[in-house]
């Protein structure tokens, strides 16, 4: 690549320091290199030249703490001052007021997360408050605007399941309806895990069932494999699991081997 004339890189190594690219940009193209050497002295440009040169502006990159291109200038400050003992909404009126701006309450609440402003405003309800619709029959009007979404006494939902269907959990594994009330835990079962222990007993703690084909839905006991957590975790790092049942036993076989040997060389 070309090099830059001596008389730009020497105005450089003279005006450089102290000033900012965009600064040294709008400077340069008042000196009349550009017709004078038919060069083009972009923000991109001067910034490639102070590399080559090893030039250095001694400025602090980026913007100040507190800047905003999108708010005025001494916004943050301003809301500081009028925060305390206001409501997230009276803070924004003010703000849009004294600034001339359109500051709605979804973004004064943004700006005073981001800005950790704090207003000592509690706009929870407190224990024992009475709603001020507390015993208020509805309207017919109301009622007729929200008739048709009401659940009505003994609609069943258009997802509803019985007691024995199946479906996947948001990860994949299979699960069975087991009973029609109760937590989720209480009322799905897992079905590769109760195959498991219909043969073999309870999984012991910090012990999971794992499928030797990598397929959720297999659940045949013959797919099933024991494996620890660090075992687990070991497959996975390792990459030990594989479609054919064959070759992740002998992952499995590997990832113990390991385990045991990180666990004994702990322990010493």
Not at 58 to 83: C, D, F, H, N
Not at 168 to 192: A, M, S
Request: some cysteine.
């Amino acid at each position: 690549m070309r090099g830059w004339p001596e008389e730009v890189i020497a105005w450089l190594r003279e005006n450089v320091p102290g000033r900012t690219t965009k600064q040294v940009t709008e400077l340069i193209n008042q000196q009349g290199f550009d017709k004078k050497y038919e060069m083009v002295f972009s923000d991109a440009a001067i910034k490639g030249a102070k590399n080559r040169y090893g030039i250095k502006s001694g400025t602090t990159g980026g913007v100040p703490k507190g800047y905003s291109l999108k708010y005025p200038e001494g916004m943050e400050s301003y809301i500081r001052s009028i925060a305390t003992g206001r409501k997230t909404k009276e803070i924004a009126e003010l703000v849009s007021a004294h600034f001339g701006i359109e500051f709605s309450e979804k973004q004064c609440k943004a700006y005073k997360k981001n800005h950790d402003i704090i207003s000592g405003v509690d706009c929870r309800f407190e224990k024992g408050h009475v709603p001020a619709n507390k015993g208020k029959p509805m309207s017919q009007e109301q009622y007729e605007k929200c008739k048709a979404t009401m659940f009505k006494k003994g609609d069943v939902p258009a997802n509803h399941m019985e007691v024995g269907e199946y479906t996947h959990t948001t990860d994949g594994y299979l699960i069975r309806k087991v009973k029609e009330t109760g937590p989720q835990w209480e009322r799905f079962e897992f079905v590769h895990r109760t195959a498991w222990e219909e043969h073999n007993g309870p999984v012991p703690e910090g012990k999971m069932v794992s499928f030797l084909d990598g397929n959720k839905d297999n659940c045949n006991i013959e797919n099933l494999v024991l494996i620890d957590n660090e075992e687990n975790l070991e497959m996975n790092r390792s990459r030990l699991r594989f479609a054919d049942p064959e070759r992740t036993k002998t992952g499995v076989l590997v990832a113990k081997a390991r385990v045991t040997v990180r666990q004994k060389k702990r322990r010493k």
